[in-house]
C-alpha cells in the first residue's frame, strides 16, 4: 500500500507540473483527492490493512494528500497570476483616446413652457394639482354643464372606453375633482394631457396639452380674472403685453371669454406672426356657471369663482416661434436642442 500511494503521489506531481490552465487542474484535483478520486479508492482498502499497521498507513494517506494539496495550491495561485497577466495585457485601456461624449438631454419646449407658467401662477399662490387623464364622461362634460345631446360634445369628440369612461377631452375635469373634495377657498391649475379625435396637422394633435386653473373664494369678481389673467400674460410674454377679452361661449363659464394678448413679436402693428392682426389668441375664460357650482355642491350665495383654459402646445408654438405643431412630437433632436 505504501508502494502504491507512493507512486499516486508522484504521477499526480507529474499531472500538476505539466497543465497550464485552471480548469485542467481542477480536473487533476478531482481524479486524485475528489470524493470517487484515487486516494480515496485506496483509503477504502483500509479495512484490509492489518489493525496494528492501520495507524502507521493512516498517516502515509494524510502526508500524501497533504503533499498533492499543496503542489496543487502552489500550482494554482501560479496559474492565476499567468492569467491575470494575460488578461492585463490583452484589455489594455488607451487612456490618451479622447473620451466620448455623452448624449445629454433637453427639455421639451412643452417642458419650458410649462415651468414658465406654473412658476407664474406659483408665484401667484396657486396650487399645481393632477387629474386623470382617463375620465368619467361625467366629469368630463356632464358636471361642466354639458349634457347629452350638447353640441360641444360633437367639436370633443375623443375616444371611448365605454359609454361612460371616455380619455378626457379637457383638463377642466379637474375643476369638479377639486370642487367635490370641498376645500375652499381654491386656487389652482392642473396642466396634463387631453385627447381628441382631431386629425393631424399644423396645429392640431390628437393628444396635446392643457393648463387648467380655477379660483374659488367669497367675493371673486370679473376684476379678478381680468387682472390675474393681465398679470400672466405680462409675466409670460413681457411688461408690455395689452390683453383683449373678447365675448365668448363656454358652458361651464357665465360670461365666458377669449383672451387675447398684444402680438410680442410687433408689439401690436400687425406682422406675420400674428397674421396681421396685432392680437394672438392665447385662452379660454369666464366665472364659474352657477349650474356648475350647484352639481358640484359648492354654496353659490357665498361664493363665487372664474375659470380658465390655457392650451399648452400654443404657448409653447408661440414663444419659441414654431410654426407646425407636429415638430412638437417628432423627437427630432435637432429640433429640440435649439430651445
Ligand atoms: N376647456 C376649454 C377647452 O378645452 C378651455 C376653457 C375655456 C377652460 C374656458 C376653462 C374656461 O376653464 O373657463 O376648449
Known amino acids: 500500500m505504501k508502494a502504491k500511494l507512493q507512486e499516486i503521489k508522484e504521477r499526480a506531481l507529474a499531472q500538476i507540473n505539466s497543465v497550464d490552465t485552471l480548469e485542467q487542474l481542477n480536473d487533476i484535483r478531482v481524479a486524485f483527492l475528489g470524493k470517487k478520486g484515487e486516494l480515496t479508492e485506496v ?49 489594455v485601456i488607451d487612456v490618451t483616446l479622447p473620451a466620448k461624449k455623452a448624449n445629454v438631454g433637453h427639455s421639451h419646449p412643452n417642458t419650458l413652457a410649462l415651468e414658465e407658467v406654473k412658476k407664474i401662477f406659483i408665484g401667484m399662490g396657486y396650487e399645481v394639482v393632477e387629474g386623470p387623464e382617463v375620465e368619467y364622461d361625467y366629469y368630463n362634460f356632464e358636471a361642466l354643464n354639458i349634457p347629452a345631446n350638447h353640441p360641444a360634445k360633437d367639436e370633443q369628440d375623443t375616444f371611448y372606453i365605454n359609454d361612460k369612461i371616455v380619455l378626457r377631452t379637457q383638463t377642466s375635469s379637474v375643476q369638479v375633482h377639486e370642487m367635490e373634495r370641498g376645500k375652499l377657498p381654491l386656487r389652482m391649475i392642473s396642466p396634463g394631457r ?89 385662452l379660454g375664460c369666464g366665472m ?5 357650482f350647484e352639481m358640484s355642491g359648492i354654496d353659490q350665495d357665498k361664493y363665487t369663482g372664474f375659470a380658465f383654459g390655457i392650451g399648452l402646445e400654443r404657448i409653447a408654438l408661440l414663444k419659441y416661434e414654431i410654426d407646425d405643431m407636429r415638430l412638437l412630437y417628432e423627437n427630432d433632436t435637432r429640433f429640440l436642442k435649439q430651445f
Open 43 to 91: 483509503l477504502k482498502g483500509m479495512k484490509d490493512v492489518a489493525p496494528e499497521d492501520r495507524p502507521m498507513v493512516g498517516q502515509i494517506v494524510n502526508e500524501t494528500r497533504q503533499a498533492i494539496e499543496e503542489v496543487l495550491e502552489n500550482a494554482k495561485s501560479e496559474l492565476s497570476a499567468k492569467a491575470r497577466e494575460a488578461q492585463m495585457t490583452a484589455e
Open 194 to 282: 387631453v385627447y381628441r379625435s382631431d386629425e393631424v396637422d399644423a396645429t392640431h394633435s390628437p393628444c396635446f396639452h392643457q393648463v387648467e386653473g380655477l379660483v374659488i373664494d367669497e367675493g371673486i369678481t370679473f376684476a379678478d380674472l381680468k387682472g390675474t389673467l393681465a398679470e400672466f400674460a405680462k409675466e409670460l410674454f413681457g411688461p408690455e403685453t395689452k390683453v383683449k377679452f373678447r365675448p365668448h361661449h363656454f358652458p361651464f363659464t357665465e360670461p365666458s371669454a377669449e383672451m387675447d394678448v398684444s402680438c410680442f413679436k410687433c408689439g401690436g402693428k400687425g406682422c406675420r406672426m400674428c397674421k396681421g392682426e396685432g392680437w394672438i389668441e392665447i
Open 288 to 292: 364659474v356657471h352657477p349650474h356648475v
